[in-house]
């Protein structure tokens, strides 16, 4: 059945970086575009990146442009989100989701900003 | 960009109500549409896709309707595992967007 599992989350200080990952099983891996979403704390989704099936085409939202890229490895079906002079306001749940309509989610992972 | 607008943001209902969720895109995206539902603490779940389309294993009273830029999420008889909150997200272009959510809340 199909997985994505994040990890990497934690508390990290403003300023400083931090790497998700998305570990994808079930499905062929590098027949999808892959996205991230947040979710601060109490407050509603935010699409945060894509990328697509082909790993070169990319796009971002303009609250992390600049800062946050995306990637993927398709040897390793995993997605990664290195984040860059994170803020208090990425603050969030992160989740990973397969595209076709964004049919799965993973569980999600915390990033917590704060000195 | 695209922007989603839901109404309302929160709503009181009770079980066995017929319940409406409207979301409004700024500019036209044919049916490229689905609707999701969120319970507190876990990740969203695709209920609707292609604007009308029910994924599979969930209950037909969800149905999805519209076109263009006018879309409707409806629950024709509200039950007690549908107390969640509920996001429209438009797929046509990006920056994807979400609609700001519905909180369905018991009466």
């Known amino acids: 059945q199909v997985q994505l599992v994040e990890s990497g989350g934690g508390v990290v200080q403003p300023g400083r970086s931090l790497r998700l990952s998305c570990a994808a099983s079930?499905?062929?891996?590098?027949?999808?575009?892959l996205h991230w979403v947040r979710q601060a704390p109490g407050k509603g989704l935010e699409w945060v990146a894509v990328?697509?099936?082909?790993?070169?085409?990319?796009y971002y939202a303009d609250s992390v442009k600049g800062r946050f890229t995306i990637s993927r490895d398709t040897s390793e079906n995993t997605l990664y989100l290195q984040m860059d002079s994170l803020r208090p306001e990425d603050t969030a749940v992160y989740y990973c989701?397969?595209?076709?309509?964004?049919?799965?989610w993973g569980q999600g992972t915390l990033v917590t900003v704060s000195s | 960009d695209i922007q989603m607008t839901q109404s309302p943001s929160s709503l009181s209902a009770s079980v066995g109500d017929r319940v409406t969720i409207t979301c409004r895109a700024s500019?036209?995206?044919?049916?490229?549409l689905g609707w999701y539902q969120q319970k507190p603490g876990k990740a969203p779940k695709r209920l609707i896709y292609?604007?009308?389309s029910l994924q599979s294993g969930v209950p037909s009273r969800f149905s999805g309707s519209g076109s263009g830029t006018e879309f409707t999420l409806t629950i024709s008889s509200l039950q007690p595992e549908d107390f969640a909150t509920y996001y429209c997200?438009?797929?046509?272009?990006?920056?994807?967007?979400f609609g700001q959510g519905t909180k369905v809340e018991i009466k």
């Open positions: 989701a397969r595209d076709n309509w964004f049919d799965y």
């Open positions: 079930g499905f062929t891996f590098s027949n999808y575009a």
């Open positions: 990328v697509l099936y082909d790993g070169i085409n990319k």
């Open positions: 500019q036209g995206i044919t049916n490229d």
């Open positions: 292609a604007a009308s």
């Open positions: 997200l438009q797929h046509k272009s990006y920056p994807r967007t």
